[in-house]
Nanobody
Framework: QVQLVESGGGLVQAGGSLRLSCAAS????????MGWFRQAPGKEREFVAGISRRGGNPYYVDSVKGRFTISRDNVKNTVYLQMNTLIPEDTALYYC???????????????????WGQGTQVTVSS
């Protein structure tokens, strides 16, 4: 089992940046593909970005391509989401999640993610 704790959320003006972090503990962090999801009020939780166990093959939902960057540090057991040029539509509760996968695969299906953090709130004001 792995425990995930997100941090780095907050209130930012449109056009600003935030960097989310997700610290993992428990089983070996590098055993899991990692992903970031978000859920806005009244909406379903949606996939935002994913990264493979080795740290390659990043994948993004179209709405954040070119603005968000996912990365991971398997020594520090942490995955990051750098968010630039934020817009009000990015406002949501952001979750990190872990999925079992092959070494080079990125997981985009929400159903495959087994472990979830509690979330960190991101609010973008216009």
């Amino acid at each position: 089992q792995v425990q995930l704790v997100e941090s780095g959320g907050g209130l930012v003006q449109a056009g600003g940046s935030l960097r989310l972090s997700c610290a993992a503990s428990g089983r070996t962090f590098s055993s899991y593909a990692m992903g970031w999801f978000r859920q806005a009020p009244g909406k379903e939780r949606e996939f935002v970005a994913g990264i493979s166990r080795r740290g390659g093959n990043p994948y993004y939902v179209d709405s954040v391509k070119g603005r968000f960057t996912i990365s991971r540090d398997n020594v520090k057991n942490t995955v990051y989401l750098q968010m630039n040029t934020l817009i009000p539509e990015d406002t949501a509760l952001y979750y990190c999640a872990a999925a079992e996968s092959s070494y080079s695969s990125t997981v985009t299906s929400r159903q495959r993610y087994k472990y979830w953090g509690q979330g960190t709130q991101v609010t973008v004001s216009s």
